[in-house]
């Protein structure tokens, strides 16, 4: 006969014959994590090809290179000359163009190899590009290693990646008739633009996939609202200041006025009206077009540090470290602009001042980051 117990007393698991069960976690740490980690190398590799291209095509434009391929072959044409005969067409295609009858009469084959192949690599670049997107994407997907909810943002990745090829060529027909001897400014603007959207959407998905899913839900519940807002300002200001600088690439309106802080000698460029219609004079005067991404980088730097500021007395110290080296990249990279202009926009400052942008707008959007998901240190830790 069994003995009889207290209604209070403790019965094991084992003492009662009932299995221990294993303890469980939250619904959300039962979902099928995906390759997390895996993905992130993935769009790590896609980052570090995306900034390449840019800095390729700075180089490229810098160079006036960006005419060089007349034609637009996304399959074929990544082939390049294999023969004499093959160099000979190119440049014969090339010499039907304005650039070459209005600014390089008297270029040459050699010469033209040279600017042929800063425009290759660039084209190059955007199909590896797209391959090492389609097969990582095709990969973790036929492996069903996706994480949830993240398949639309991989194609929203892919379908900006297809458009910037569009707009790519877009630009480049704007050069190879009438009497421009370069691609229309405002066109390289938007190209240029959906390249740094490209890589501010692969930046966020690097920081959020580096974090697992469920402590990004629990960091989100102590956001910081009105810095996260601020973070957004400088992030908008920052992509028109970027927008800006590649209307004054495109113009070179870089190298038309050297001295500052004045331009000409004076606050106003001379003249900054003087095209008809009026609204030509902020796309094609090279010196409105220039101080209106001074004024502008102003405006941003001292947003930029107001902001860093903010971000200082966060509660999180890793949210104040990004919001610190922020500011402080902000104003380097003003000083770099400057130290670009002075000298008349070389080829290496001018390609030190576009990287200056890429890591500018980064570390805004870490910040930003930051200020939505902070990064909640213990006690302990933080001693």
């Known amino acids: 006969m069994s003995q009889k117990r207290s209604i209070f007393e403790e019965v094991s698991p084992d003492q009662a014959g009932v299995p221990k069960p294993a303890p469980k976690g939250g619904m959300i740490d039962t979902r099928p994590r995906g390759a997390r980690a895996a993905i992130r190398v993935w769009l790590l590799v896609l980052f570090a090809l995306v900034v390449a291209m840019i800095a390729v095509g700075g180089a490229t434009r810098l160079s006036d290179a960006g005419l060089s391929i007349t034609e637009w072959k996304p399959v074929t044409g990544a082939l390049p000359p294999m023969s004499d005969a093959d160099w000979q067409s190119e440049f014969a295609k090339y ?15 050699p010469e033209f190899k040279g600017i042929y192949w800063w425009e290759w690599g660039h084209r190059q670049l955007g199909r590896v590009i ?5 097969l990582g994407f095709a990969g973790f997907a036929l492996t069903r290693r996706v994480p949830v909810g993240w398949s639309k943002r991989f194609w929203l990745l892919g379908a900006l990646g297809g458009l910037q090829g569009a707009i790519g060529w877009w630009m480049v027909s704007s050069g190879l008739s009438g009497e421009m001897v370069s691609v229309a400014s405002y066109r390289l603007a938007v190209h240029l633009g959906l390249g740094f959207a490209i890589l501010g959407l692969i930046a966020w998905y690097v920081l959020s996939l580096g974090r697992p899913e469920a402590a990004l839900l629990q960091a989100r519940r102590l956001a910081e609202p009105k810095l996260f807002g601020m973070a957004t300002g400088v992030m908008h200001f920052a992509f028109l200041q970027i927008i800006l600088g590649a209307l004054v690439a495109g113009i070179d309106a870089g190298r038309g006025f050297t001295d500052w802080p004045w331009m000409g000698g004076h ?15 902020f796309f094609e005067d090279p010196g409105l077009v220039q101080f209106i991404h001074r004024m502008a980088g102003y405006g941003l730097l001292a947003f930029g540090i107001v902001t860093a500021l903010k971000g200082r007395r966060s509660a999180h110290p890793v949210t104040q470290g990004a919001f610190t080296l922020m500011g ?38 870490r910040a930003r980051h930051l200020a939505r998901y902070p990064v909640v240190q213990s006690i302990r830790r933080s001693k």
Request: proline share 10%; glycine share 6%; charged share 5%.
């Open 267 to 281: 606050f106003l460029p001379p003249d900054p009206f003087a095209i008809t219609p009026l609204w030509r004079n």
């Open 130 to 134: 797209g391959l090492v997107w389609a």
């Open 95 to 109: 010499q039907q163009i304005p650039q070459f009858a209005l600014q390089n009469p008297d270029m040459t084959l």
């Open 328 to 365: 402080v990249w902000l104003l380097l990279q003003a000083v770099l602009g400057i130290a670009t202009v002075m000298h008349g926009a070389p080829l290496a400052l001018g390609l030190a001042h576009q990287l200056g942008a890429v890591v500018a707008w980064v570390l805004i959007i």
